[in-house]
């Protein structure tokens, strides 16, 4: 075999350089944290219930739907109420008419006992007369103003923008006042509630930034907000509960599992990798490090996590290349090639 055949023989058999791409070993600042198990929980929740009582002759408060603050949510029988408040407004308005007829018969009344044409006793009965009618009005108007009130609440509205997660009632079924008409739930943002061990509570600041995770979401991560610190915690667990709120893209229901991802000491200054640069063989972890054009197997310790990155305590050093993307298809000794692109897409 010639020369030139054996060194095509040996072109052929050498792989082609796998494309992958690398992160350098960097120093970075690394906070300690600890994923704390909790659960979503609406903004707002409300057991709808009637102000007044009645018999349900509407009901549009179907399970599921979205409702705006003031929406009706069930329409109670109204026909009695509104027959009290049409006599109630013919009676004020008759009363009215009573009222005026005896403020005329009082001012003649006082003009002829000027005359001694009328009696003490006529003028003192005019009084008592115009009095009680003036006194009437009010207690009327009055009247009239709780039946306009009760006809309103004969529309049991939505307190605000929600949904509707469950039914608590039917057509033609008669609700007392109370009574309740539908769960209604605000999800325009979600709290999270975890019991933090009293250890870390210090590291935890009102209004600050942190991660959560939410597996059943379709986005998965979210960023949250340190909404309140309970200033009372459990004693004998000496753990206490952390509220953090996330606001919804629509995704996040009440009910979920969800981890949150909450500061558990000072940072550090350490070597740091990407997370996604860290394989796992049995209790071994490893990366790859891109050497000489080609991937090394790298035996790593690995210290705390914060973010996507994780502090690296043995193992590497600082401005080595390690694989994150492309690592679970290459073997340790083959060749490689670096590229800005997804691995298999590089850019030229």
Not at 71 to 86: G, N, S
Not at 110 to 139: M, N, R
Not at 158 to 166: E, I
Not at 278 to 291: H, I, M, N, R
Request: proline letters at 5%; hydrophobic letters at 40%; glycine letters at 8%.
């Amino acid at each position: 075999m010639n020369l030139f055949c054996l060194s095509t023989l040996l072109l052929a058999q050498t792989p082609p350089a796998a494309p992958v791409e690398a992160a350098a070993v960097e120093e970075v600042e690394i906070a300690p944290a600890a994923l704390l198990l909790g659960s979503t929980e609406p903004r707002r929740r409300s057991v709808v219930a009637a102000a007044i009582d009645g018999y349900v002759i509407g009901y549009p408060a179907a399970e599921g739907k979205q409702v705006k603050e003031g929406e009706v949510l069930a329409l109670l029988r109204d026909d009695v109420l509104r027959w009290e408040l049409k006599e109630a407004e013919a009676l004020l308005e008759e009363t009215r008419v009573l009222h005026r007829r005896a403020k005329l018969d009082l001012e003649r009344i006082q003009k002829l006992i000027e005359k001694d044409a009328k009696t003490q006793k006529e003028l003192d009965w005019a009084v008592a007369e115009e009095k009680t009618q003036s006194f009437k009005i009010p207690q009327i108007e009055a009247r009239l103003e709780v039946l306009k009130s009760d006809l309103a609440k004969k529309r049991v509205v939505a307190p605000f923008d929600g949904q509707v997660v469950r039914e608590a009632t039917q057509i033609g079924e008669y609700l007392p006042r109370g009574g309740a008409v539908a769960h209604l739930v605000d999800l325009s943002s979600v709290f999270i509630r975890v019991n933090v061990p009293e250890r870390y509570l210090r590291f935890v600041v009102e209004g600050e930034k942190v991660k959560v995770l939410v597996p059943a979401a379709k986005t998965g991560q979210f960023e949250g907000q340190v909404a309140s610190i309970a200033g009372e915690g459990d004693a004998g667990a000496r753990t206490f509960p952390v509220r953090v709120e996330i606001q919804n893209n629509g995704e996040l229901k009440a009910g979920m599992s969800a981890r949150v991802e909450l500061r558990t000491g000072e940072p550090q200054k350490a070597l740091a990798i990407p997370k996604d640069a860290l394989l796992q063989q049995g209790d071994q972890e490893f990366v790859l490090v891109v050497k000489n054009g080609a991937a090394e197997r790298r035996l790593v310790k690995t210290g705390e996590a914060s973010g996507d990155k994780i502090a690296v305590t043995s193992g590497l050093e600082r401005g080595e290349q390690v694989i994150v993307k492309g690592n679970e298809r290459v073997q340790p000794g083959m060749p490689v090639r670096l590229v800005s692109g997804a691995p298999g897409e590089p850019k030229q």
